[in-house]
């Protein structure tokens, strides 16, 4: 079990991903052992699933829940399911929207609805987003840049001065230096979310597309957009796949 007074990368072995971290967030009503899956158990030990759910469904339903950033080879392997098994299983998820599928980069994403959510009798943390496919991702950002010893502040949504524009995420590092970063999805609305920037105190702003096709899209649009030179001069752009490698090897010790 990890211990709360400390830091969650203090628990995580070398070669345990911490995207393969169980995500506690569940309400207390829910009597659930927080070393479920390490005692090789699933929901369906606990309580029988509702009416109409296949067991199988809802030990991946779990899953995705406790673990939304896994990759769908690290669910076959944690799940003990044959491909065809999983495949199955998941097109009974999709086609009755318990969950979205969603691709960054070669790693293909289940993402939990506001349906399975209630299953559990969690609050659904992308109720209010306009892209629930956005904010999953946002939400694992920041997730992922709070795990990097560099930044002591990592604030999602976060207001950009006295105006009403947020960014996606706002990092402050240990010497004080704030920056942005801004996930993107396609190049649709990319200079808006760049000019907001424009006259901030942001020493960089990062745009992150879920491949690296999409990130040099980004890129090109940016420098081909007539933007401020010292805006243009503040703007990095990356993908999904180079900050999960990066994660990774701030944690092989």
């Not at 169980?22 to 207390?28: G, H, I, K, V, Y």
């Not at 976060?158 to 190049?187: F, H, P, Y």
């Not at 030179?229 to 990066?246: N, V």
Request: hydrophobic share 35%; glycine share 6%; aromatic share 8%.
């Amino acid at each position: 079990m990890v211990n709360d007074n400390e830091p969650i990368w203090a628990s995580v072995k070398s070669w345990h991903p911490l995207t393969e971290i169980q995500d506690r967030r569940r309400p207390e009503s829910i009597s659930m052992p927080e070393n479920l899956h390490q005692a090789g158990k699933t929901p369906t030990d606990v309580w029988s699933p509702p009416t109409g759910i296949s067991p199988a469904l809802m030990r991946l339903l779990w899953d995705a829940l406790a673990y939304p950033h896994s990759d769908i080879s690290t669910r076959l392997r944690r799940l003990g399911m044959s491909a065809r098994v999983f495949e199955t299983v998941k097109r009974e998820g999709l086609e009755n929207g318990f969950m979205l599928e969603s691709s960054a980069g070669q790693t293909l994403y289940l993402i939990p609805t506001k349906k399975t959510f209630s299953i559990f009798n969690m609050e659904d943390p992308y109720e209010r987003a306009v892209s629930v496919e956005h904010a999953f991702y946002v939400n694992g950002l920041c997730w992922l840049l709070k795990q990097d010893p560099r930044y002591r502040v990592v604030v999602p949504e976060a207001k950009i001065g006295s105006t009403s524009a947020t960014s996606d995420v706002i990092t402050i590092t240990q010497n004080g230096m704030r920056s942005a970063w801004e996930l993107t999805l396609s190049t649709s609305n990319v200079l808006a979310n760049a000019t907001k920037y424009a006259g901030t105190d942001m020493a960089t702003v990062t745009f992150v597309g879920r491949d690296c096709k999409l990130r040099d899209a980004v890129k090109s649009c940016c420098r081909e957009g007539g933007l401020d030179p010292a805006l243009l001069a503040k703007l990095d752009y990356t993908h999904w796949s180079a900050l999960l490698r990066q994660q990774r090897s701030l944690y092989r010790y």
